[in-house]
């Protein structure tokens, strides 16, 4: 038998848990807040939810925070990733009316988190715009880059004193791609190579403009900081063929890099990749202008390192094949390429995802050479399991270890400066699309109690054991077996 072998931890490597407004908080219309999006869609269309649920109550955190906290205390992670409503705070979605029994409640949870030593880390964007905003055509229309950074700025004053990592949007590619270039996630607007760059542009100038409101009227004074966190795939070449190992650094540079670009590299602007061919492409299918929208001179400069770290969440590899037969446009078609799984990855509980833990060493060494070896913060990182799960989840467990194993190498042996991780997500919640059918918890939640009581799954355990230990112990110890 191999010998066993343990991999350490940094010293100051931080671990923390993750969860998002909409998706854990319920009370949807108590105490003042307003409808957001995801209110209005989840009630509208329900049957574009599986098994026509909504965020209505979900795990009820707006009222069970402080069980929640003692869960996440249990885990003995440095932090808790959570995400502000921006209706709660701001009905209208302008602060000419506060609601202070929003500003109340983020207050009571920040507070209750510093006094059991968690770190508050908040996200100000995840997914839930105000109706008002989303009616005037959302992160399309340009002045809402204006509306976000004006809530931002009541974020900072009211809990700036405590909170003191912030991110600006969560997942902006995900959101250009399927609730606006796609009909997976609200407002479903399904505009495919146009509605999706147009909504990436304005939340680049969203994040920027909150970025430097932080930068110019908080910093100095809070002390704390602020970045953007994007979802990434990594995208492995379908062959080894020059053809496709083209194709795949293509989708790095108009996936990853259409946002990371104007923000972490020395040129900053989009990839130069994608404003040639986009430019190209949409000339010659007959556009008068660009789909892809452009900076003034004045917005590249202001991009350009606007972000204290780089924040990432992964979970999934895509296979890249050159060429493309999408009816344009699209995406992918204008990148001329194909996505797809590789039969033999690990299936899990949602379509959406394969497990595949190379796949984020590797991206892990590729935003290291893009953009000069940033601090990387690790933000999400989960496994999704399905209704047959039970409260001993060795898949997640699995998917855990290989993922942060990967991740260790990327650490140790390529010198990435990754800072952080984050499990997504301290306890079942609403999934967007697939309702509460995909499970991405450490604690499983019972939806069917009004009590909606927690439990933690055998995941819960092994994480807290890594946290304790900052190690990482292979095979994996017998106690976790059994
Ligand atoms: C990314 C999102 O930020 C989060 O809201 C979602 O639940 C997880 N990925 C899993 O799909």
Redesign the pocket.
Known sequence: MAKPTTVHFPKNFKFGV?T?AY?IEGGWNEDGKSESIWDYYTHTFPQRIVNLTSGDISCDSYHKFEEDIANIKRLKVQFYRFSISWCRILPSGHPNKINHAGIDYYNRLINALIQNNIEPVATLF??DIPLSINNLGGWCNPITSDYFASYARVCFKHFGDRVKTWITI??PI?IAMRAYGGAQLAPAYDSKGIGSYLSGHGELLGHMKAYHIYDKEFRAIQKGRIGITN?ARWGEPATQTPEDIEAAERYMQMDLGWFAHPIFSKEGNYPLIMRELIDTVSKNQGFDQSRLPKFTPEEIQLLKGSSDFFGL?H?NTVAVKHGNTEVPPTNENDINCTTFYDPSWKTNG?E??RVVPWGFRKLLNWIKNEYNNPEVIVF?N?F?GNDTETLNDIDRIDYMRSYMAAMSDAILKDNCRVTGYTF??LMD?F??QDGYT?K?GLHHVDFKDPNRKRTPKRSAFVYQDIVVTRCLTNPIPDRFLH
């Open positions: 993750s998002s998706q995840h997914w969560n997942e995900l979802d969440n979970y949602s959406l995802f999400e989960g999704a997504w997500t919640n999934e967007w995909v991405f």
